[in-house]
């Protein structure tokens, strides 16, 4: 069975810091490309971080600088650090794995069941 548990979120102030994790059980973790995606109310869902199986990284551009994703797979665990967060921040974040082909994720069917982080003073 495939299990994504996501942990790590909470109440920050403004300028704080979070590290988020996601421990990952049931397939082949290391092939995997790993990314973390949020949700705000009355938004969709925006990508904010990948990281392919050759640890190859992108961001969108709102995170550039101040998050940072990683992996190890001897863990199976992805993490992603968050600092100088803002009230902007305030989401529930989600971790999700995809396959890769040719070097681009393609299905992305396994999912976390997300973790609130709230940026407030």
């Known amino acids: 069975e495939v299990q994504l548990q996501a942990s790590g979120g909470g109440l920050v102030q403004p300028g704080g810091s979070l590290r988020l994790s996601c421990a990952a059980s049931g397939y082949a973790f290391k092939n995997f490309a790993m990314s973390w995606l949020r949700q705000t109310q009355g938004k969709g869902l925006e990508r904010v971080a990948d990281?392919?199986?050759?640890?190859?990284?992108a961001y969108v551009d709102s995170a550039k600088g101040r998050f940072t994703i990683s992996r190890d797979n001897a863990k199976n665990t992805v993490y992603l650090q968050m600092n100088s967060l803002k009230p902007e921040d305030t989401a529930v974040y989600y971790c999700n794995a995809c396959t890769v082909v040719v070097g681009r994720p393609t299905r992305c069917d396994y999912w976390g069941q997300g973790t609130q982080v709230t940026v407030s003073s």
């Open positions: 990281i392919m199986n050759d640890d190859k990284t």
